[in-house]
């Protein structure tokens, strides 16, 4: 998902490599030190998450402190929210956002990219399925988001479990990185994670304009949406590689541990919160043909495209017209 800066004009942007996606910020304000501030805030949150919870880092705190962790201790402040952010999207998704899906990612070989022994990509135009169904003799998985244990800032991650805080720390960190930018800078500011997007601060009056669109050959809409609000994007389409010949993507079904049935190429909901547009974006990925009922029922703005490109909209979200507001 992109961003459109040419209406209404922005004073800056700047974009960087960040976690395998590119992150981007971009300011509207008259004082030229603006997008600076934005720019060195976003980094401070970015790195301060890093610090906090990658399974990329030994030096992490939920990596350094695995062992501590099986008994049970205190954790920091941040840990804490982070997790406890991820504990209540699978909560709320009556555990279709699972946080303790670890194991089961680096078993199909998502690490790779990031221990420097890439897996082989697929890709996107490829017209093979990607793994939808179970693997041969795989049984039915037991969810274990709910032994994890959290009582302030002490946590608990029983022995066995590997936490994965990917679904939500990202769109966590979008929302606090736009919410320090706009402090630090003064001016409105929107901060995108790959498919996350954050706005704060005041305007801009007619919007930001955000193209939606993951893959290069997908349909695409640009929708205005209000500052202060947020949207975003999951995909069956990017982080995708083989896996003992098989194609794969990293939105897993916790059900069972493997790729959710790729029904939809992608999905984007709009909401006040990119933690909470990120976890029905990606529950409404897991849920396949039940995902369009389910965002609307819960009056959800939400735009999916189906396999073969065909687009579905919730009710609330805006035709593709000249000028598609978001509600």
Request: net charge neutral; proline share 6%; charged share 25%.
């Amino acid at each position: 998902m992109r961003t459109v800066v040419d209406r209404p004009p922005a004073s800056g942007e700047r974009s960087w490599d960040l976690w395998t996606t590119t992150a981007r910020v971009v300011v509207q304000s008259p004082d030229p030190r603006a997008l600076d501030a934005a720019v060195a805030a976003v980094h401070r949150v970015t790195s301060a998450i890093d610090r906090a919870c990658s399974r990329f880092r030994p030096d992490s705190e939920l990596m350094a402190r695995a062992a501590d962790l099986d008994r049970g201790c205190t954790v920091s402040p941040l840990l804490a929210d982070l997790m406890r952010t991820a504990l209540g999207a699978a909560e709320a998704t009556d555990g279709d956002v699972d946080p303790t899906l670890g194991a089961e990612l680096i078993s199909l070989g998502c690490d790779l990219d990031r221990r420097g022994a890439a897996p082989r990509p697929v890709a996107h135009g490829d017209g093979r399925r990607a793994a939808s169904g179970l693997p041969r003799g795989s049984a039915e998985r037991t969810p274990r988001w709910r032994d994890v244990e959290l009582r302030g800032t002490r946590l608990r991650i029983p022995a066995g479990v590997v936490v994965d805080l990917g679904a939500t720390a990202k769109a966590w960190t979008a929302d606090r990185a736009a919410e320090h930018a706009a402090a630090a800078s003064g001016a409105a500011v929107l901060v995108s994670l790959g498919g996350d997007i954050a706005t704060a601060g005041d305007g801009p009056a007619e919007g930001w304009q955000v193209l939606v669109k993951d893959a290069d050959e997908d349909p695409a809409q640009v929708v205005s949406l209000r500052s202060g609000w947020a949207v975003a994007t999951s995909s069956t389409r990017r982080r995708r590689w083989e896996h003992d010949g098989t194609p794969v993507h990293h939105i897993l079904d916790p059900r069972w541990g493997v790729p959710a049935a790729p029904l939809w190429r992608s999905v984007t909901v709009a909401s006040a919160t990119c933690v909470g547009a990120n976890t029905w974006s990606t529950a409404a990925v897991v849920r396949g043909s039940r995902a369009v009922r389910d965002l609307s029922s819960r009056c959800l703005a939400a735009r999916l495209v189906a396999a073969d490109r065909t687009v579905i909209r919730t009710p609330l979200w805006p035709e593709d017209r000249g000028d598609a507001r978001m509600p």
